[in-house]
Structure formats: structure tokens, C-alpha cells
């Protein structure tokens, strides 16, 4: 047949009139407009949540040191929004980013569902659940095994704290087992409670009354980004700033990066890394030579006056400190008369969060300023409250075993001739396990993420390797439990009961008790009743040390009569008062230096902590991921800080990769040009690079802590690492 | 806006009674105090249900937040480099003139967002809206988000889903709504003491104004003398962003830095002139 163009466009026109009907009477368009139309409803899918009688549940939040008090609001039985506790002495009605995210860490899938074993390789990340009678009978045929071979020593003991009941009941498992290796970790507080020590004679935390001081030098401390208890510090910042006129109180602050800190800080000076120790002491230097002190205080309750005052004259000359730190002979002196004229001073010590135990020389530096000016245990000043962890508690029997066990070394070295000061050294730990890897047989870790949190994470990896029985207590997947070998999940810290210590920067301490907010979700255990069923089950001496029926009846019988008013009102004023008595610290010390050649490495590196990123032991939340600034995190890599000059001396560009390389280790990452850091200086985010976790977590960013190694401080032996020499080239 | 211009304008409002307004809720946000914490953005976050995904965790152009932190710098060389945070939710425009003509309510083809004389706030219905992002371009201040994606949360945490807002599906805009579901909850309570109006600011507070730690949102009736955001917004150092749109935003800032409040009355953002974010 002859196709001419009249039959084309027939057929054609046919065709496609006969396709529309037959489209028409096909359910084809109906199904479409059909889908249109739930396309603008409501899915089925998108969850419609549950209603329900609404009440409120009170408690204490645990997820970083600041203890707030909460308010958990929840929907019949569902916990649905954590709330700023309105009234509680620490954070009326305040909560922070952290606190606001702690229900996506109660409900979260990071959460280990019941007592968890390892299948498949340390970090793979596969599992089985067990019953807790399994787990508990695998752990004592562990513990049993190497007390019978007279090993007690090498299980070792992590914990974040030493305060609270909990933490003791695993101190004092740890000495009726027979083994000196229970470490807790440190922080600021440990380094200026042993500053206290040596100024007082006992072991004191150093309290700040920022509420009441008007004249605030903070030497690097993150005041509104997570120092202290963050919300209270924030806001004693908002009291300053409601205050108008002559009397608002001055915030300056010390540091080689601007923080939002320094941001908001009426002063800010960019000191050179690591010379806070310095400028303090040159600030000393023109306080005593233009006689700007409190001779009073001075004379009646200080010691070494005379000789701490010929040190610091001699060895601070203004002009040697105006070239180590950086700053004007004009403006250290400028700033000593208005710290020393003010009414009420106060110097701060703990960088950042005060998450790092740092130096003690510059923590007594900074410590010497406050006791110049007189502020010791007064209003708007530091306040020095007792370090007591004694719980009443009758004492541990030991046999034979533990006895062995409890005279040998701790590995750490804490409390040992050469480093006689110190209680825990946590970061010492992993390079002593390396040297010995006999050393440490099993481990027991509770509220604590050693694996993430201690410096010079391929030190830690690989001491972690060889520990041959690893036992975590943790709630969630965090990185430690992701390389352990059993996980015995404690419950979540809103469905507990736990006696919280106090936040050790408060110069009243508060101590709060947790009440569970609401009902245990999955298959865990109080830690300290898991602890306690080892123990009763290992027998003899190890059982009768804990002489009790359960957790609960043990918190109940410690905080004795205080049970009443913490169950009632759910804190307590607790003050161990110390006496007006400093003495200086007369012995002049190097300043810490950054580990590594600036050959080699010729920029410094200084971690960076955010209030928006969480680099303790609790993970980030998504929520608080979300939150963080485009020029912290990008997609799987984080940002550094660094100088658009410096950008510019190395070949770098902003927003482009480059290699991060420092002594301890190397990464890629991002370079954020910023006008915000000190020429010469590399700021890098604290919180990133987890590998426990989930996929809204793990994975993301690089761990600080890879790059970071550990310097011992030489007079209290904790770690004083502030930063580390580096090197950035462009990818 | 000038503070006489605004005076007129309520003036004129008063003049006819059928269009006095029984509340003007408002905020005024302290740029002296906000520390850039963000418990804000994580409180209004729990709050009202916003989702999140793994991918792309913190991107600001495809992950939705009602109230978003921005930080803002002077743009002068370390060391007299400044930085800003700035706190910003829906600004529940009033418009000018008595048909309260915001930029995103002139542009909705479907009436999904509205002006409530009653109380200011500017509303959005999740169901009426069917995507086609107007108003989101006719926004200034970019508080209208899109999603992109339906919502997922992990297993076991729709748990913590809060039944007083209503998760919204894949296709639509959502924006802040001054937590309208606890002017509702306020409401309720008033009725069941009997009575009729709330008037103590306590009574209703947004996620955000409550969960600040330093205290720098204050949230408010505008138009209550006894609100603490009656007094703060006629601070000489209060200002509204991008007042020479004439929209008549219910947020008002405060600050005493001179180059912040200049920054906020031009173009934000990548388009800055002077303005660069660090």
C-alpha cells in the first residue's frame, strides 16, 4: 500500500486518538491525578505521633560535667522534650545545645539494646545479643581466670570521674579484686586542685564566682562555649551584659583565636600560643612594681611572697614578655593596672571547655593573679572548696591476691616518686601498654570513651589491639564499645538514679540527684549492679566487700541523711570550705613548648572546642551535627582555621582540601580561611572523626586527637599538651 | 522602619475597631548577649519535629531549620576582626496597611499562609501546600524551608515525636510559627481558669525564647506594656533586618555595635557587599 501523506496523518491522528481514549478508559490518569493529589496530603508513612496525657519529669542532665538541672516533658509514656529546669541553682531554666539534643541519645539506634557480644572483628560493628546471666558468667570466668594465676594487676579500670557513688563502687571493686589500676580522668580541675594542693596543703577545686566579678580575664577558658557548667557561665555573661553604666564588668579575653569567646569579650588580645603562663606573670611583673596589690591578703594569708615576687621580676621583664606573647609592652601594662585597679578581679584558668589538664605552672600563674589582687574565697573571686571522695563506706577486706596485686606499680605511674602529684594519668596509659603489652589483660570501662577521648589516637588504637578482654559499661555504640569484646549496657542517664557531683568551677558546689525521668527502654542494668553481681560472684574477699542488697539501697545508705532533701528537692548546697592561705609558686619553668621541629612543621596546631560539637565522652547528637556552622563541617570533612596570610604563604585555598600533617599523625582536611586566628596558627574542631556511633556521627570529619600527641607536665605529670607543631600543603 | 512610622501605623489600627488586633507577638533578640550557642536552633528542633539526614548533615541549602544562627563577621583583618551572631526566626512580617500583605502570603497561589489579626503570627497549613516554593523566593530573610525528602527518623526515634506539631510529608514549605501549637496549649489553660485572654508573658513562650541561656530572646506581646518586648524594642539600639523593604517584621534586634546594625539593612549573605560571612 501506498503511504501518501493524507493516510500518514490519519493514521497518525487515529492512532492517537484512539491511544487517548484508550488512555482515558485506562485507570491511568485517574491513578495519576489520584497521586497528585496524595502527593499534597499527608503520607501515610510521615508518622503521626502518638497523644497522650502530657507530664513533666525532673532530673539531672549527665551529658557533659555541667550537671543542669532538666525538665523532661513527656506524652503518656513517652519522653518527647528536655527542658531547662526553671528555679535550679545551676542553669534556671537555661539548657544548652547538648542538654536540648538528650533524647536523641536516649531513643537513638546507637543505643546497645541488651548486653551485647563482638561477632566478626574489633569495630565491624557486628554483634549478638546475649542474656545478661551469659554475659556476667563470661565476664567472672575472665576476672576468676587471672586472679587465680595471681594476675589481679593487669585488669585495668576507665572511668570519666572519681566522684559519685558509681565511680567508687568501681574504685573499690578494682582494690578488692586486687588491682592499683583504677583510673579516672582529667581535666582543668585536676591540675588546679593539685595548684591548690601545693598552695594550701589540701587538694582543693577552684571555684569562680563570674556571677559577681566585674573586672574577667579569661586566659583562653571558652566562658560562653562550654567552660564550667556551660549555661551557667553563659549566664553569668547575659548578668554582665544586662548591667549598664560604670559598674558593667569588663570580659577580656586571652587567646590566639577568635572564639566566640573572644567575640564577645570587651578586650580581646591574640597572645601567641602557649605564652599564656607568661603574660600572666608579666601582668604580675607591673602589678608588684607599681605596687597594684592587695598588700593586706598578701601579707596575712600568702607564703614565698618575697621570693615568687624576685622570680617574677627578674625572669617577666616586660619587655621579654611583650616578645613572647606577642602583645605591647603598652597593653600588658594597660592591662595589669585595669585587672589590679578593678573592684572585683578575677583571672580564669582552663582553656576552652577546660576539657584538657594543661600546664601547671600557667594554671598557678593564673591562680598567683587572683591572689594578688585578694579575691581568694570573697565575692566576685576564686573560692576553694575540698576535694572529698571519702563515701563512709567500712573497708575493703583483701586477701592474699590483692594484696600481691595492690603492691605492684600502677601502670600509669600517678602517685609514684616521679610523679607524686598526680592521681590519674590517663594519658599516659596507652604508652605504657605499648611498652608492656602484657600489662593489661582485661578492661573495664565506665562513662567513659577512652578509645575517642585520649591524645594520640594511633597510640590508643594500638594499645587497644593488644588488651586481650575488652568490657565496656556504655549506654551506646560509642567508639570504645565499638572495640570491645562484651558490652553490659548501663542504663541511659534519664531512666536512672545517680548522686551527681558538682560542676568543681562553682564557688558554692551544687550537688544534684538524678531520678529516673522515665522508665528503662531496652535490656540494661545499673553499671553498679552489674559491678556488684561480678563481684558477689567472683566470692570471698571480692563478694564481702559489698556488703549490700543492690545499687539502690547502697546510693540510699551514702548519701544517708542527705537522701531526703536530694529526693525532694533534687540538689543540695554541699561546701567544704578552705582557709585564706595561698602560697606562690616560687620555681621558674619553661613554658610548655609544642611537641615537633618548626623546621619541619612550621605552623602550630591548637585544638578548638565548640559549643555546638560534643568532644567528651558523649557523642554528637544529630541535632547538635546540624547545627554546626558550614565552615566547621562540610559533607565527611571538617574545616581548620587558618589565617588568609598564612593561606596565602602556603599555597592554600579556602574552602579546598589540604593535608594536615603534625609529629603523631596526618589527614585531609579543609581549609577555612579566617580572618579570626593568629597568622602561623591552624585551629582544628574537637568532637569530629568517631568511629562508633552511626552514620549521623561516624565517619564524619577527622578526630583532633589523631594529631595530637601527649607532653607530660613536669611538676603535676598530667598531660600539658596545648597544641603541636604542623605542616598544611594543598591537595 | 522608624519608630514614629510604626507609632502611625498602630495608630491607625487602633482607629478601627474591627481590626484591633487582641495580641502582637513579637521578639526582641539582645545581639549584645546571644553567644551563637545554637540550644535554640536544637530547642526549636525537639521542639517542633524538624527532621535531619545523615548526608550532607549541616547543609544550609537542603536541611530545613526554622531558626537558623548566622554568623556574621566586619570583615577587617585579624586582629580587629569582629564576629556577630545573629539568632533568626520566621520575622512574621506585618505588611504595611490593613491587608497585612507579607511578601510570602502575596505570592501563596493556595492560601497556605496567612496572617492571624489575632495574634501576628503569620501561619503556614502543611496540607493546603503543594510545593511551589513562591514564597520562598518572595522571602527575605530565607525562613522558608522546602522538604526535599519525606521525613525519616532513625529506628526508634519517632519516639520522641511531639504529637502538638504534625511532621510534615515530602513537598512542602514549613517555617518557624512561634511554636503556635503553645499559644493553643496557653489558650486552653486561660479557658479552663476562666478566663478569656492570657496576659502574663509566661504563659506562652516560644521553644527558643525559653531555652536561650543567656537570656538574649524575648518573646511578647509588643503591643502589652507590661511585656518585657514593649519596653526592649524602643531601645535606641533596636533595629529590624531589612527595614527598607517595608515589610514590617515582628523581630527586633538590639545591638551596640555600630557595623551590625548597618549589616542589617542591607543584603546578607553570599551577595554582601561589605558583608562577608567568616
Not at chain 1, 615568687?308 to 606577642?326: F, H, I, P, Q
Not at chain 1, 600509669?412 to 600489662?439: F, I, V
Request: aromatic fraction near 10%; proline fraction near 7%.
Amino acid at each position: 500500500m501506498k503511504l501518501d501523506r493524507r493516510t500518514f496523518i490519519g493514521i497518525v491522528v487515529g492512532a492517537g486518538l484512539g491511544a487517548g481514549a484508550g488512555v482515558n478508559l485506562s485507570p491511568l490518569p485517574w491513578k495519576l491525578t489520584d497521586d497528585i493529589s496524595i502527593w499534597t496530603q499527608n503520607w501515610p508513612w510521615v508518622p503521626v505521633p502518638e497523644e497522650g496525657r502530657v507530664s513533666h519529669a525532673d532530673t539531672i542532665c549527665q551529658v557533659c560535667p555541667g550537671h543542669c538541672g532538666i525538665t523532661v516533658r513527656k506524652v503518656k509514656d513517652r519522653a518527647v522534650k528536655i527542658e531547662g529546669k526553671e528555679g535550679y541553682p545551676i542553669n534556671d531554666g537555661g539548657i544548652c545545645p547538648l542538654g536540648a539534643a538528650g533524647l536523641q541519645l536516649l531513643y537513638g539506634p546507637w543505643r546497645a539494646p541488651g548486653p551485647m557480644r563482638r561477632l566478626g572483628k574489633r569495630g565491624e560493628g557486628k554483634w549478638e545479643q546475649i542474656s545478661w546471666d551469659e554475659a556476667i558468667n563470661e565476664v567472672v570466668s575472665r576476672l576468676s581466670d587471672l586472679r587465680n594465676q595471681n594476675k589481679p594487676e593487669t585488669v585495668a579500670c576507665i572511668t570519666s570521674d572519681d566522684r559519685g557513688t558509681v565511680p567508687q563502687l568501681f574504685a573499690r571493686f578494682m582494690k578488692a579484686y586486687g588491682s592499683p589500676n583504677f583510673v579516672a580522668g582529667t581535666s582543668a580541675d585536676a591540675t588546679s586542685s593539685i595548684a591548690m594542693e601545693l598552695a594550701q596543703g589540701k587538694r582543693a577545686s577552684v571555684g569562680f564566682d563570674l556571677e559577681e566579678a566585674d573586672y574577667v580575664v579569661s586566659f583562653g577558658s571558652g566562658i560562653i562555649e562550654g567552660w564550667g557548667s556551660p549555661v551557667r557561665s553563659i549566664q553569668a555573661y547575659s548578668k554582665w551584659r544586662s548591667k549598664k553604666g560604670s559598674g558593667a564588668p569588663t570580659l577580656v579575653q586571652i587567646e590566639p583565636r577568635l572564639s566566640n569567646t573572644a567575640a564577645k569579650a570587651d578586650r580581646w588580645y591574640p597572645v601567641k600560643p602557649g605564652t599564656e603562663a607568661t603574660l600572666a606573670l608579666g601582668l604580675a611583673h607591673v602589678m608588684m612594681k607599681e605596687s597594684l596589690f592587695d598588700i593586706g591578703f598578701v601579707e596575712g594569708s600568702t607564703s614565698n611572697f618575697n621570693d615568687w615576687k624576685e622570680m617574677v621580676l627578674n625572669r617577666y621583664g616586660l619587655e621579654d614578655v611583650s616578645r613572647s606573647t606577642g602583645l605591647s609592652t603598652e597593653d600588658i601594662t594597660e592591662l595589669a593596672r585595669n585587672f589590679a585597679k578593678a573592684k572585683r578581679p578575677l583571672a580564669v584558668w582552663g582553656r576552652g571547655k577546660g576539657t584538657a589538664p594543661g600546664s601547671l605552672y600557667e594554671c598557678m600563674a593564673i591562680l598567683s593573679l587572683n591572689a594578688l589582687v585578694g579575691n581568694m574565697n570573697r565575692r566576685g573571686g576564686m573560692w576553694a572548696n575540698l576535694c572529698d571522695t571519702d563515701m563512709g563506706w567500712p573497708d575493703i577486706p583483701q586477701d592474699a591476691v590483692a594484696e600481691n596485686g595492690l603492691d605492684t606499680p600502677r601502670l600509669d605511674e600517678a602517685g609514684t616518686d616521679e610523679y607524686p602529684l598526680a592521681k590519674y594519668r590517663p594519658d599516659a596509659l596507652p604508652q605504657a601498654m605499648n611498652e608492656n603489652p602484657d600489662a593489661v589483660q582485661a578492661l573495664l570501662v565506665y562513662e567513659a570513651d577512652p578509645y575517642y577521648t585520649y591524645l594520640d589516637s594511633t597510640q590508643v588504637a594500638k594499645a587497644f589491639s593488644r588488651i586481650p578482654y575488652i568490657v565496656s559499661f556504655s549506654s551506646y555504640f560509642d567508639d570504645t564499645a565499638a572495640h570491645a569484646d562484651l558490652i553490659l549496657p548501663n542504663h541511659n542517664y534519664l531512666e536512672r538514679w545517680e548522686d551527681v557531683p558538682s560542676p568543681p568551677e562553682l564557688p558554692k558546689p551544687i550537688v544534684g540527684l538524678s531520678k529516673p525521668a522515665i522508665s528503662p527502654q531496652l535490656d540494661t542494668r545499673y553499671a553498679a549492679d552489674t559491678l556488684m553481681t561480678i563481684a558477689k560472684k567472683l566470692g570471698g574477699t571480692v563478694s564481702n566487700a559489698f556488703p549490700w542488697k543492690d545499687y539502690e539501697s547502697v546510693l540510699k545508705q551514702t548519701l544517708g541523711e542527705d537522701w531526703g532533701v536530694l529526693s525532694k528537692k533534687g540538689y543540695m548546697e554541699k561546701r567544704f570550705e578552705t582557709e585564706n592561705q595561698f602560697a606562690f609558686y616560687t620555681e621558674y619553668q619553661e613554658p610548655i613548648r609544642a611537641e615537633g621541629s618548626s623546621y619541619r612543621y612550621p605552623l602550630t596546631l591548637i585544638p578548638v572546642e565548640l559549643i555546638r560539637l560534643a568532644d567528651r565522652r558523649i557523642g554528637n547528637p544529630p541535632f547538635c551535627t546540624k547545627s554546626l556552622e558550614t565552615t566547621e563541617l562540610e559533607g565527611q570533612d571538617l574545616f581548620v582555621d587558618v589565617n588568609p596570610k598564612t593561606c596565602f604563604d602556603f599555597g592554600l585555598a579556602d574552602g579546598k582540601h589540604a593535608l594536615l600533617e603534625t609529629p603523631q599523625g596526618k589527614a585531609k582536611v579543609l581549609v577555612h580561611a579566617s580572618e579570626g586566628i593568629m597568622p602561623g596558627v591552624v585551629g582544628i574542631p574537637k568532637g569530629l572523626g568517631h568511629t562508633g556511633y552511626d552514620e549521623y556521627l561516624a565517619g564524619k570529619g577527622v578526630n583532633a586527637n589523631t594529631f595530637l600527641g601527649v607532653v607530660d607536665d613536669p611538676i603535676s605529670g598530667l598531660c600539658a599538651t596545648w597544641g603541636i607543631r604542623a605542616r598544611l600543603t594543598s591537595v | 522602619m522608624k519608630e514614629e512610622d510604626l507609632g502611625h501605623r498602630e495608630t491607625q489600627h487602633h482607629g478601627e475597631s474591627e481590626h484591633v488586633a487582641k495580641y502582637k507577638f513579637g521578639m526582641v533578640i539582645d545581639l549584645d548577649k546571644c553567644t551563637g550557642c545554637g540550644a535554640c536552633m536544637v530547642a526549636c528542633m525537639a521542639e517542633n519535629n524538624i527532621p535531619f539526614r545523615a548526608e550532607d548533615i549541616n547543609d544550609r541549602l537542603v536541611h530545613n531549620y526554622w531558626m537558623r544562627v548566622y554568623k556574621m563577621s566586619n570583615g577587617l583583618p585579624f586582629p580587629d576582626n569582629e564576629v556577630c551572631y545573629i539568632p533568626r526566626p520566621c520575622q512574621h512580617c506585618e505588611g504595611s496597611g490593613h491587608h497585612h500583605h507579607t511578601p510570602c502570603i502575596s505570592v501563596c497561589p493556595a492560601t497556605v499562609t496567612d496572617y492571624d489579626p489575632e495574634t501576628g503570627i503569620v501561619s503556614q497549613i502543611y496540607t493546603r501546600c503543594f510545593g511551589c516554593r513562591y514564597c520562598m523566593a518572595a522571602c527575605p530573610y530565607h525562613v522558608r524551608v522546602f522538604n526535599w525528602w519525606d521525613p525519616k527518623w532513625p529506628k526508634g526515634m519517632e519516639q520522641y515525636l511531639s504529637p502538638d506539631v504534625s511532621p510534615r510529608m515530602r513537598g512542602v514549605v514549613e517555617k518557624c510559627s512561634f511554636c503556635y501549637h503553645r499559644f493553643q496549649r496557653a489558650k486552653d489553660k486561660a479557658y479552663v481558669e476562666g478566663r478569656t485572654e492570657i496576659t502574663d508573658e509566661h504563659e506562652y513562650q516560644t521553644a527558643c525564647a525559653q531555652a536561650c541561656p543567656a537570656n538574649a530572646i524575648t518573646f511578647g506581646d509588643l503591643q502589652n506594656p507590661n511585656h518585657a518586648v514593649y519596653k526592649l524594642k524602643k531601645s535606641p539600639n533596636a533595629f529590624r533586618l531589612l527595614e527598607h523593604l517595608g515589610t514590617n517584621p515582628k523581630i527586633y534586634y538590639t545591638s551596640s555595635r555600630p557595623w551590625v546594625q548597618e549589616a542589617a539593612d542591607v543584603y546578607m549573605g553570599a551577595e554582601g557587599i561589605d558583608i562577608t560571612h567568616p
